[in-house]
């Protein structure tokens, strides 16, 4: 690339060759790889880097081998490779006992009886088994040389609110935290939290949601567990990352994380517009907000959640088949880019369709710092 540079200088001058050679940073989130054979998948990501992106966020389950066999392919198409692992939500597993989960405010289990949808099974951030479960599943993946990152996701409690655009989907209005999402309240959470404050938050019931200490307290859970977490895929040589909620103003009051807090290399918030019932020029804005938080200090990649199905947005009443539409993809990534992005990460790739690829191309192939 310097070559490159060098050359534009001498032959057209400076700003005719940025022009050509600026491309910002693209990651994606893909996952697999079921039972695609190896040139299957050789062809897939060499498909992928030739359309700009440069590295996957890649959910592969929780075996280190399916790491060491995806990450030579990926590696191989000249991409980064990054593990993508669900971290507090856990589903039935002989490692994890049931006592790790966390516990509602009416005293369920997330295991016997999750939240809107079965998968939500969410793990106790207070318990040293849940620790000590990520530690070496995290670690084991950590140690296989083609991977470049640990990329965690589901690092949080579950929605006590849910985003806005969800609300019809789940027959819900979410106008403050109800009981039966809003986590945790095992004896260990609540327990502590009593030493630490005085606080008996059982005993408040309903009011438990007005205490600002509680809510702190369990920012600082999921705070912890990423340091701890950051430390074990730190001494491995490797990076750690997250997707997280958007903000982080929204990302605390949804999911309890603050993010801006967190001891990691890079954060990738999912400014997924639709499902706060926003449109494109929303993404640069929260991007204002999301790299302001971390003061400039980190990297932020703004996640863009893309329409699989265009033609039939319209008529859709489930946001997770909205995004955006081709016509709305330019938006969200000059407008990220606007406002401070180090680049970009799409969900999914899968999801594009020729004319998202088409405006993608020529909004990504930019320099959108340069000062003229
Ligand atoms: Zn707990």
């Not at 016997?112 to 040293?128: G, Q, T």
């Not at 200490?213 to 950051?230: C, S």
Request: aromatic fraction near 12%.
């Amino acid at each position: 690339m310097k070559k490159i540079v060098l050359l534009c200088l001498v032959v057209f001058g400076i700003a005719s060759c940025s022009e050509k050679v600026s491309k910002i940073p693209v990651y994606a989130w893909t996952g697999g790889p079921g039972e695609a054979s190896d040139q299957e998948l050789l062809d897939k990501f060499t498909d992928f880097k030739a359309k700009g992106i440069d590295g996957l966020m890649y959910n592969g389950g929780h075996d280190p081998k399916t790491y060491k066999r995806v990450g030579a392919l990926v590696k191989e198409a000249g991409m980064e490779f990054h593990a993508w692992i669900p971290t507090m939500v856990q589903g039935e597993n002989p490692k994890i006992s049931k006592e790790l989960y966390a516990w509602n405010r009416n005293g369920e289990s997330a295991f016997e009886k999750p939240a809107y949808v079965n998968y939500y099974k969410f793990l106790c951030p207070s318990k040293e088994g849940t620790y000590t479960f990520l530690e070496e599943l995290y670690k084991g993946v950590a140690t296989v040389p083609e991977i470049d990152g640990i990329h965690l996701d589901y690092i949080r409690f579950p929605d006590v609110i849910l985003a806005e655009g969800l609300w019809d989907k789940y027959g819900l209005v979410m106008d403050k935290e109800y009981p039966e999402y809003d986590y945790c309240y095992c004896d260990s959470c609540t327990g502590t939290f009593k030493d630490q404050t005085g606080i008996d938050i059982k005993a408040l019931e309903d009011d438990a949601q007005q205490v600002q200490e509680w809510k702190q307290f369990r920012y600082d859970l999921i705070t912890n567990m990423v340091g701890r977490l950051a430390e074990v895929v730190h001494a491995e040589g490797k990076e750690i990352n997250a997707a997280v909620f958007p903000g982080p103003t929204i990302a605390k009051k949804l999911v309890r994380q603050e993010w801006n807090k967190w001891n990691l290399d890079a954060v990738y918030p999912m400014n997924y517009n639709d499902f706060y019932l926003k449109g494109p020029e929303w993404v640069g804005d929260v991007v204002q907000e999301e790299v302001s938080a971390v003061e400039g200090l980190k990297p932020v990649y703004s996640g863009l959640f893309i329409c699989p199905n265009p033609q039939n947005k319209t008529q859709e009443n489930d946001p997770e088949n909205h995004g955006l539409l081709p016509s709305e993809i330019e938006i969200a990534i000059r407008t990220s880019m606007e406002n401070g992005a180090t680049g970009i990460c799409l969900f999914t790739p899968e999801r594009m369709k020729p004319a998202h690829w088409e405006a993608f191309e020529k909004a990504i192939y930019k320099d959108y710092f340069k000062q003229e």
